[in-house]
């Protein structure tokens, strides 16, 4: 059973940094190199929207409200994906969700970290 756990979510104040972290257990090694991995987050009365995405050997996607202060990189050798998140705005805050999609089509979510950016 593939679980993912996020990690790193708090309270910080406007201008502030906080780095996500999302472990993935229970998919097999071969799989998570080639699996494209995603932050989403979800804010209070809204949808949840793509943050930022890191397929397999290709280039990083951002929101446009987010480009030049997020950062998403992965480490395969652990199965792990991060979300460095500088400048943050209070229109940040929101619960954010990590993502994993397979090549088929398989998609699976953690369970959420709250990040709160506020005064």
């Known amino acids: 059973q593939v679980q993912l756990v996020e990690s790193g979510g708090g309270l910080v104040q406007p201008g502030g940094s906080l780095r996500l972290s999302c472990t993935a257990s229970g998919i097999a090694r071969i799989i998570f190199p080639v699996t494209t991995l995603g932050w989403y987050r979800q804010a209070p009365g809204k949808q949840r929207e793509l943050v930022a995405a890191?397929?397999?050997?290709?280039?990083?996607n951002y929101a446009d409200s987010v480009k030049g202060r997020f950062t998403i990189s992965r480490d395969n050798s652990k199965n792990t994906v991060y979300l460095q998140m500088n400048g943050l705005k209070p229109e940040d805050t929101a619960v954010y969700y990590c993502?994993?999609?397979?090549?088929?089509?398989?998609?699976?979510w953690g369970q959420g970290t709250q990040v709160t950016v506020s005064s």
């Open positions: 993502n994993a999609y397979t090549r088929s089509s398989l998609s699976y």
């Open positions: 890191i397929p397999s050997g290709g280039s990083a």
